[in-house]
């Protein structure tokens, strides 16, 4: 599939996320795993592993500023009836500037993920492979993007304790 309508359908994915996510007692919610959540849907079947960030600053200018986003989460999706496996995403609460990228760094290694919208991704399937491999190994991922609106730079990090569990439950209640 198409890396862009890959992109489409994750936003598509967002919105039912964000409000599963936003509602912790959802049916959706099917394990949790230290700092990450595993959610199912069925019709279509889609699985995805999610995690909002441990910190988050927001800087204008150099300077620290209070900003207002919505939900700022990373996931990795599975959605066997478009063959996608494994795709990595992030959205940052508001919509990032025109023509930007997105960095992600773990452990001394960075990736970067084009954005539409609200929402970045890896260009492709491998370059998902080598973030999943690197976000095992991890500590933690940093995700730093600059808004649309005010030209914000915002710094996340999110935590990888969990990850590899949550992804490997993802992973089985959506390749069985």
Do not use: H
């Not at 993920?113 to 491998?126: L, R």
């Amino acid at each position: 599939m198409n890396r862009f309508v890959a992109g489409i359908c994750a936003v598509a994915l967002g919105a039912t996320v964000s409000a599963a996510w936003a509602q912790e007692s959802s049916d959706n919610r099917v394990a949790a795993k230290t700092d990450w959540s595993v959610f199912v849907e069925d019709d279509p079947t889609e699985c995805w592993s999610v995690s909002s960030p441990k910190e988050t600053v927001n800087t204008r200018d150099g300077r620290p500023v209070a900003v207002n986003r919505g939900d700022i989460l990373m996931f990795v999706a599975y959605r066997p009836g478009s063959n996608v496996a494994a795709e990595v995403s992030f959205t940052g609460g508001y919509e990032f500037r025109e023509g930007s990228t997105v960095t992600l760094e773990i452990s001394g290694s960075s990736f970067e993920m084009f954005t539409d919208n609200n929402w970045a991704w890896p260009a492709s399937p491998a370059d998902d492979a080598k973030i999943i491999t690197a976000m095992k190994r991890g500590a933690q991922a940093v995700v730093t993007g600059v808004s649309e609106r005010s030209g914000t730079t915002t710094r996340d990090t999110f935590s990888l304790l969990g990850f590899t569990a949550a992804l490997e439950e993802a992973e089985a209640r959506c390749t069985s």
